[in-house]
T-cell receptor, first 116, second 114 residues
Framework: GAGVSQTPSNKVTEKGKYVELRCDPI?????LYWYRQSLGQGPEFLIY????????DSGLPNDRFFAVRPEGSVSTLKIQRTERGDSAVYLC??????????????FGEGSRLTVL | SQKIEQNSEALNIQEGKTATLTCNYT??????LQWYRQDPGRGPVFLLL?????KEKRKERLKVTFDTTLKQSLFHITASQPADSATYLC?????????????FGPGTSLSVIP
């Protein structure tokens, strides 16, 4: 499809386990964002990539969270030693350019993470 | 501290009326502001972008204003329809302090009653 694809759509895991969430952005989009959204809240910024590099990772809550985008396309958000408080919907978005020319963000449908 | 605030309560309006949603921000200097619509269980969908040098932008039944002095954006939906019922999010860039960080407000839930 032509949109942003996120997998898995749902992930249930146990406290302490390792989780990977994948985002496949729109082809040609150089900017990629990860957000976390809890029920009734707006999306919370986690990290932004321009190409392969993390331009801003100031939203990552702690060192259990890490994200990569090795070839400037697909990105993986990695969460180690999951905690119940990590339960949320993780949203990925891509944008054509980023920078001062950032326009609309195209979002995926999200990955719902539940930590038991 | 930096803050984005939207209507604190859910908004219920009668079909056909104009819905007005508010976005106020503190300690940001955005170059632009965006509005998104989000339906339950879905990702946000872009609606409009307005830049700091623009006062007003329109798209079909939607109108956005941006007042950098008041640090406020208003989002209007005219001739509202039940299909407009959704959560509306404002978002702005923090690019003057942190390059390309796009920050979202908490959202306002709108219900249009037939």
């Amino acid at each position: 499809g032509a949109g942003v694809s996120q997998t898995p759509s749902n992930k249930v895991t146990e406290k302490g386990k390792y989780v990977e969430l994948r985002c496949d952005p729109i082809s040609g989009h150089t900017a990629l964002y990860w957000y976390r959204q809890s029920l009734g809240q707006g999306p919370e910024f986690l990290i932004y990539f321009q190409g392969t590099g993390a331009a801003d990772d100031s939203g990552l809550p702690n060192d259990r969270f890490f994200a990569v985008r090795p070839e400037g396309s697909v990105s993986t958000l990695k969460i180690q030693r999951t905690e119940r408080g990590d339960s949320a919907v993780y949203l990925c978005a891509s944008s054509l350019q980023g920078g001062a020319n950032t326009g609309e963000l195209f979002f995926g449908e999200g990955s719902r993470l539940t930590v038991l | 501290s930096q803050k984005i605030e939207q209507n604190s309560e859910a908004l219920n309006i009668q079909e056909g009326k104009t819905a007005t949603l508010t976005c106020n921000y503190t300690n940001y200097s955005p170059a632009y502001l965006q509005w998104y619509r989000q339906d339950p269980g879905r990702g946000p969908v872009f609606l409009l972008l307005i830049r700091e040098n623009e006062k007003e932008k329109r798209k079909e039944r939607l109108k956005v204003t941006f007042d950098t002095t008041l640090k406020q954006s208003l989002f209007h939906i005219t001739a509202s329809q039940p299909a407009d019922s959704a959560t509306y999010l404002c978002a702005l860039d923090d690019s003057k302090t942190s390059y390309d960080k796009v920050i979202f407000g908490p959202g306002t839930s709108l219900s249009v009653i037939p």
